[in-house]
């Protein structure tokens, strides 16, 4: 018999305490899953993503320094002089700040501090927050047991799928191939690192946040526990899925 996939986590665990503590106001969840990739793989990665925002933010120093020059000997009236700065100071700025927010800051006030405190281990913790988009309502829909029907199992297993896709470590946003991906994501820092606190502290283990979807309803938490389904599709059909199963965000 294939158990449930969906867990009630009892409201006086840890795990309960951990992921309502660091959910947000619209109850998005969280995903988790677990790195098991060779420390050197790790630490390669680490170092590469490294090169890049160093890079990223002397390009960023170097053009806000010839910018500032520019503006000073810019040969214009000074009235033109002003205008000719501000849209400079402008397009600068807007482009400085799509990059801090997004990989800088992220990189290291959030990596490097994870780094810093826990280094390279065998295994890692993933987590980041699962988007709005995810419309997870239509993939649990119907019971939770791998034994059921097949549209059941196959909703099961392109929640997986997707789920997979959005924790994809190829779309990371450290990564210089994903800079320009639509579909980069960012790890959730502050949760990460009160993880680490609790698994070092025995409050819970790290193989708790193997492949994982953590959602909150009506203060209740339920874990789909992906990392049971084994099947396995094509790239297309991940892809097919992935479409079907999100909709555009809504402000």
């Avoid at 996939?5 to 503590?21: M, V």
């Avoid at 297993?157 to 320009?180: D, F, M, W």
Wanted: glycine share 4%.
């Amino acid at each position: 018999m294939n158990p449930s996939l969906l867990q009630t986590i009892s409201s006086d665990s840890a795990l309960h305490a951990f992921f309502t503590k660091h959910d947000d106001d619209h109850n998005n969840g969280f995903i988790t899953r677990l790195d098991r990739s060779p420390i050197a793989q790790k630490r390669s990665t680490f170092y590469h993503s490294l090169a890049l925002n160093t890079a990223i933010l002397c390009c960023l120093t170097i053009l806000a320094i010839l910018t500032i020059r520019s503006n000073l000997e810019a040969p214009y009236p000074p009235p033109m002089r002003v205008a000719y700065a501000l849209t400079q100071d402008i397009l600068l700025a807007s482009a400085s700040l799509v990059l801090f927010r997004s990989t800088l800051l992220p990189f290291f006030f959030g990596e490097c501090r994870l780094r810093y405190r826990y280094g390279f281990r065998e295994t890692e913790i993933i987590l980041r927050r699962s988007p709005r988009s995810l419309n997870v309502e239509k993939l649990t829909t119907g019971g939770s047991n791998l034994q059921g029907s097949k549209s059941n199992g196959t909703r099961l297993e392109a929640l997986s799928k997707a789920a997979t896709r959005l924790v994809n470590p190829q779309l990371l946003y450290s990564r210089p191939g994903a800079i320009l991906s639509s579909d980069y994501w960012t790890l959730e820092y502050p949760a990460l690192l009160d993880a680490y606190d609790c698994v070092d502290n025995g409050k819970f283990s790290d193989v708790d946040f193997d492949f994982t979807l953590w959602k909150q309803k009506d203060g209740l938490w339920t874990a789909c526990e992906l990392w049971r389904v084994q099947e396995i599709m094509t790239g297309e059909q991940e892809s097919d899925v992935f479409e079907n199963l999100t909709f555009p965000e809504k402000c």
